[in-house]
């Protein structure tokens, strides 16, 4: 009897995981990781069939990915390649998980990327424009206007550009000052913003009126053709980072520099958790790492021992 293909399987897995509600985001990554392995074994000359998904093969992919990749990546793949393997044995498709007893590779210490105040700063200036009439369409201050508020409500808020992709008009309570995102797994939380963050959607969602496509989606941050995706955001980061001469710029590094903003400023650890939308303490052991020794030196500066005796 001939070996089922993995490729077939991971059709039915794909079900499986829409049935448990897993994000499309989710979904996309455990297949990314079966389509790769799948082809590094016909790389191999070796068919992508069930018989051929065994511990010895996954240890030999993850050996060469980790020549030719980063080790987060490494971890990403053997972790869908689990999940999958997991199903498989539920599903009686094999007798036990082929991943089981392949160890996941240590991941490697490196300093997170935190952007000064000043880097900050520079970026909000490279933002600025002449100014220009409410209900006026200009495209150039727009532009400037939009990308102030990527800013700082990535730097204020420390939210996932994901989450500021999706955000609509509806999910602003200007109000209250707060926003309403929908973070991994579709769970929902509520994120404050501050006064600057304010005046800043002030100004954009005055401009924002006179957008030819204002009045055809809800997105809150939209491009001139339309609402912008997590690409997008990450591409004008990468655009007024390089006029305000600020290298490194990427999303991510505004949600490390939220969460160091937070604990340099006495916030708690739980109120930084249920602002990030995290769940585990070893997501705030992760963020807050990388700069533990800057806030330890801040703190002892405050308490000033040495000037006691």
Not at 110 to 133: V, W, Y
Not at 193 to 207: E, I, S
Request: aromatic residues 6%; charged residues 30%.
């Amino acid at each position: 009897m001939p070996s089922p293909s993995i490729r077939d399987l991971a059709t039915s897995f794909d079900v499986a995981l829409r049935v448990v509600n897993r994000s499309p985001r989710t979904r996309y990554l455990y297949q990314q990781s079966i389509r790769f392995y799948c082809e590094w074994l016909e790389s191999q000359g070796i068919p992508a069939t069930l018989n051929n998904l065994n511990r010895h093969l996954i240890t030999g992919w993850m050996a060469d990915l980790s020549e030719r990749v980063e080790v987060g990546t490494v971890r990403n793949r053997l972790r869908g390649m689990r999940r999958f393997c997991r199903w498989l044995e539920k599903e009686g498709e094999v007798d036990k998980a082929p991943t089981l007893g392949v160890e996941m590779p240590a991941p490697k210490e490196k300093p997170n990327r935190t952007l000064t105040d000043d880097e900050l700063a520079a970026m909000i200036k490279a933002c600025a424009r002449p100014r220009t009439r409410s209900g006026t369409w200009d495209a150039h201050a727009f532009e400037g206007r939009r990308d102030e508020v990527i800013i700082r409500l990535l730097a204020d808020c420390g939210i996932r550009v994901s989450e500021l992709a999706g955000i609509t008009l509806d999910d602003l309570d200007r109000s209250h000052e707060v926003i309403y995102v929908t973070g991994k797994g579709d769970r929902p939380r509520v994120v404050p913003y501050g006064a600057r963050t304010t005046q800043a959607l002030d100004r954009y969602l005055r401009l924002r009126t006179a957008h030819p496509k204002a009045t055809k989606t809800d997105r809150l941050i939209l491009t001139q053709r339309g609402p912008i995706t997590a690409d997008g955001i990450r591409w004008r980061l990468e655009q007024v980072g390089e006029q305000a001469g600020v290298k490194d710029v990427h999303p991510h590094a505004f949600r490390h520099t939220a969460a160091h903003r937070w604990l340099m400023a006495g916030g708690s650890e739980r109120g930084l958790m249920a602002v990030m939308g995290w769940r585990s303490d070893a997501m705030l052991s992760t963020y807050a790492r990388s700069t533990q020794v800057e806030r330890a030196h801040a703190e002892h500066r405050r308490l000033r021992l040495g000037d006691t005796v």
